[in-house]
């Protein structure tokens, strides 16, 4: 179908440009909401929302903020995103953001709060978790 050729090369030039730009992506981070978050609308503009927070801070120390990320729905219709970003976890840049309060570090599991807004509308926490991109392989 149209509609799964039009996926397939979108996800085809994904895997080239994140292979392409591997040596500026310095962690993986996933974005939840607390609660089922299913209208895509509200989701990529919180989403907006929280990149422009991330360059805004990133710019203050100097530093250039990129990344790749794609949002993708659970099976039970919740949006999430995934992201490569240019940060390192626990820097300056990802971890403040004022609607995504809880930082979680995959591998140590430590969650540590951060700024002092609010979570993102409906019960629970909304939660960054980040994970460190391990250095490219050499295929010689």
Known sequence: SIRYDSLSRTRTKII????????????????TYAENQQDIDKANKDF???IRQVKRHCEKEG?????LGV?????RGAIHYHLFVSEECGSYCIPYQKKLLVT?????????????GKPLEG?????VDCTPVPEPLDHH
């Open 71 to 75: 949002p993708e729905f659970q099976k």
């Open 104 to 116: 979680k570090n995959s591998k140590t599991g430590e969650k540590t709060e951060r700024g002092s």
């Open 48 to 50: 907006s929302n929280y």
């Open 16 to 31: 080239e440009y994140a292979s392409q730009n591997a040596d500026k992506f310095k962690s993986f981070i996933t974005l």
């Open 123 to 127: 019960s629970g926490r909304s939660e």
């Open 63 to 67: 530093r250039e903020f990129y990344y």
